[in-house]
């Protein structure tokens, strides 16, 4: 079902008026998890000034170690909430339970699938029963075709609004966090008709590579890019070491749009 083959035109995901797959790029921001009001509102609100409008944040966090911070729940589910409606913007924020689905969708406009769950097919099948775009992340060690057929999952159960995101991979690569493979973005739209995003900040892990990603990202054809931005990195309860602050969250976003990639 998300074969290029069986669809040639794009499909475009409508996210309250952005419509991601038609060609232009669209941009999301926002931290890695919510912390509180006052933190997720002040990145909104820094969004807003640029007419940004596709809103990210984390309520229930994958973490690696069970000591870290897991996130806030569905208390998480309300300030992003909140914050959309003040803001007029769209949430997008990681489900990790099938069984917080039904629930999750009164809050939140977008249903990230993260990569440690790309597989996790009850997942995948409780995503794919409902009427709400899907944002599906490639697993750390999946490959293109896993992938795609991840996405088929989805759209089996019905649902035919997902975007894919390209977030790095685990190779014996150390300098980044993951291998960003951006050949993958071609090989995606190519073979699927879904839109491609690509993650810049988990797949480097470095500030200082994500500009050139997001670059890369665009000039090889994805639809849109994500980072995350936090009021005050050095305080964040998850990845502390590669979120923007505000200044250099305005400082990439201007020269992403002075590079002449941005349609
Ligand atoms: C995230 O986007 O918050 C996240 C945890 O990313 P990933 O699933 O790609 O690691
Ligand atoms: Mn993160």
């Known amino acids: 079902l998300v074969s290029r083959k069986k669809k040639p035109e794009n499909t475009i995901v409508n996210l309250k008026g952005e419509t991601v797959g038609d060609g232009k790029q669209h941009f999301v921001f926002g931290p890695c998890a919510v912390e509180s009001y006052e933190q997720v509102a002040t990145v909104a609100k820094a969004m807003k000034e640029k007419g940004l409008k596709l809103l990210r944040g984390g309520a229930y966090k994958p973490r690696t170690s069970p000591y870290d911070f897991q996130g806030l729940g569905v208390e998480g589910l309300k300030i992003l909430k909140r914050v959309a409606d003040e803001y007029d913007m769209a949430v997008i924020s990681e489900i990790v339970n099938p069984a917080d689905i039904e629930m999750a969708i009164d ?123 936090h009021p005050d990195p050095a305080v964040a309860l998850s990845d502390a070491q590669q979120q923007m602050n505000l200044d250099q969250f305005n400082t990439f976003y201007k020269e992403l749009l002075a590079s002449n990639l941005v349609r």
């Open 107 to 229: 809050y939140i406009d977008v249903i990230q699938i993260g990569a440690r769950n790309m597989q996790n097919f009850e997942l995948l099948k409780a995503a794919g029963a409902v009427n709400k775009p899907v944002l599906l992340k490639r697993g750390i060690a999946a490959t293109i075709e896993e992938f795609i057929n991840a996405a088929e999952y989805i759209m089996a159960q019905g649902n035919g609004q997902i975007i894919l995101c390209e977030r790095g991979i685990r190779t014996y690569e150390r300098a980044t966090r993951n291998t960003l493979d951006i050949s993958a973005v071609p090989i995606l739209k190519q073979e699927t008709h879904l839109p491609v995003m690509v993650d810049v900040t988990h797949s480097t892990g470095r500030r200082d590579l994500l500009l050139p990603a997001a670059k890369a990202a665009l000039a090889i054809g994805a639809d849109g890019v994500m980072a995350e931005v």
